[in-house]
């Protein structure tokens, strides 16, 4: 989608990790997947430590986000993305948006988040789920901590496994009509900024 970063989860040795947001393919709509017998479908094994590429091969992330599962694994059904457990940027997240197809889904895995559904904050700690509903304005951050880790799905896909690869553009600079577009693209509204800092910290 966008030369820009959609959310941007930092590590340790410096240049923050993106989950860019160009369209790098154009994957079929939900409604264009045909379900066969169970038997064409086959399983998606992704090992620790891989990602799910979007030619369906698995290798290691070149961010520290890991697609698990890709729209065409599912039939539109899913796109599943792992933040795995350790360091990344504190304070560092999604920008208030509106999905108009998906519902959006986090798991805890270790660390603290806080997320914002609706005009209600959420501070989720390992093992606390949230889901983000579809057409209900949210937007999530990583907390004060970087040591953490999420589970992260959507559902149906939509355009959103495309969202997270990087791209060559993501470092570029975009208006902020450009960025608007891009959401757009996606079949998302961008609304507003991240959560601030303070914001994450008075969430309790």
């Known amino acids: ?51 799910r590429r979007p030619d369906g091969t698995n290798g290691p992330p070149t961010i520290p986000q890991q697609t698990v599962v890709r729209s065409f694994d599912s039939e539109g059904r899913l796109a599943v993305f792992v933040v795995p457990v350790g360091k990344h940027q504190a304070f560092h997240g999604a920008p208030l948006h509106v999905h108009h197809e998906q519902d959006e889904f986090l798991y805890a895995l270790e660390g603290e988040f806080v997320a914002e559904v609706g005009g209600q904050r959420f501070r989720l700690k390992p093992g606390d789920s949230l889901l983000m509903p579809m057409k209900v304005p949210h937007r999530w951050s990583t907390a004060e901590a970087p040591y953490c880790g999420m589970l992260h799905l959507y559902t149906p896909a939509g355009l959103m496994d495309v969202s997270w690869d990087p791209s060559p553009d993501d470092d570029k600079p975009e208006t902020p009509e450009q960025r ?17 800092r303070e914001e994450i910290m008075q969430t309790v």
């Open 180 to 196: 608007k577009a891009d959401f757009e693209k996606l079949g998302l509204t961008l609304l507003g900024p991240p959560l601030t």
């Open 1 to 51: 989608m966008n030369r820009r970063r959609f959310v941007a989860l930092g590590t340790v040795v410096g240049a923050g990790c993106v989950a860019g947001t160009r369209l790098l393919a154009e994957p079929k709509p939900a409604n264009e997947f045909h379900s066969g017998p169970a038997s064409t479908r086959l399983p998606v094994l992704v090992r620790s430590g891989s990602t």
